[in-house]
């Protein structure tokens, strides 16, 4: 879902609105939060300001929950793999998770050192 910033009323309301699908094509209701009113120009000028504010912490929020997403994924896998080698013998068991950490440990270095 990406928030962005919409004029209503000839331009007098500042909305933030969601949307999603193709080109910004709605594939459901969507949802919007009023931000203000634009009748005089410093009172513009600051609805502007809020609503940037609002829309870039939303969009925050949301592609953090897709990372959160693909993290249980990830860990899902990670538990359903470790099942499957739970049936292998013990010495395969154990070289394969000191495997699998050392992977685990690659890809947290490298995000770490992304962000």
Not at 4 to 12: A, D, H, L, N, S
Not at 57 to 63: C, D, G, P, Q, R
Not at 100 to 109: I, L
């Amino acid at each position: 879902m990406i928030w962005t910033i919409e004029k209503r009323k000839q331009g007098m309301e500042i909305w933030a609105t969601s949307s999603t699908g193709l080109n910004g094509q709605l594939a459901f209701k969507p949802d919007a939060i009023f931000i203000g009113e634009c009748y005089n120009a410093k009172e513009r000028e600051r609805t502007h300001y809020l609503a940037d504010i609002i829309v870039e912490a939303l969009n925050k929020a949301e592609s953090q929950d897709k990372k959160d997403e693909e993290d249980y994924e990830q860990l899902f896998s990670a538990i359903e793999r470790i099942g499957c080698y739970l049936k292998q013998e013990p010495k395969v068991m154990l070289e394969t998770l000191l495997h699998v950490a050392e992977q685990n440990a690659k890809n947290k270095n490298k995000e770490s050192s992304i962000d």
